[in-house]
């Protein structure tokens, strides 16, 4: 049996979400105290999972915000967000985020 010389390569990245670094997407959005998080999810990634998949007005549930990425972006879409954290530290951030996204013209809530 002859071996088979074709190699399926694989895309580089799914989501093309980390052509700015994460200090540069964070630039103006978020305290910058969120940076002390130590599991923090870039805010492209956030919105492309969002953006596709919801419309404005719609509610957007994240049950582990840590320091409210995916809801920042959410709102920032005009999207309702919700989100649960279990420490206190990182939902008070969290808190923090959505306020100043508020402040600064997210016009989702």
């Given amino acids: 049996m002859a071996e088979s010389t074709h190699r399926c ?4 990245s799914v989501w093309p979400t980390a052509q700015q670094t ?6 103006g959005r978020y305290l910058p105290e969120s940076t002390a998080h ?7 990634t956030a919105r492309r999972a969002t953006e596709p998949h919801t419309t404005a007005g719609d509610v957007v549930l994240d049950p582990i915000c840590g ?3 995916t809801l ?3 709102v920032h879409l005009g999207r309702h967000a919700v989100g649960v954290e279990y420490e206190p530290r990182w939902a008070d951030l969290a ?3 959505l306020i100043d996204a508020g402040t600064n ?3 989702g809530d």
């Fill in 95 to 97: 808190t923090a985020n």
């Fill in 9 to 12: 390569e694989l895309p580089r």
């Fill in 22 to 27: 994460s200090r540069a997407q964070r630039a």
């Fill in 67 to 69: 320091i409210g990425t």
């Fill in 38 to 44: 130590p599991a923090r999810m870039l805010p492209a």
């Fill in 72 to 74: 920042v972006e959410a």
């Fill in 105 to 107: 013209g997210a016009p």
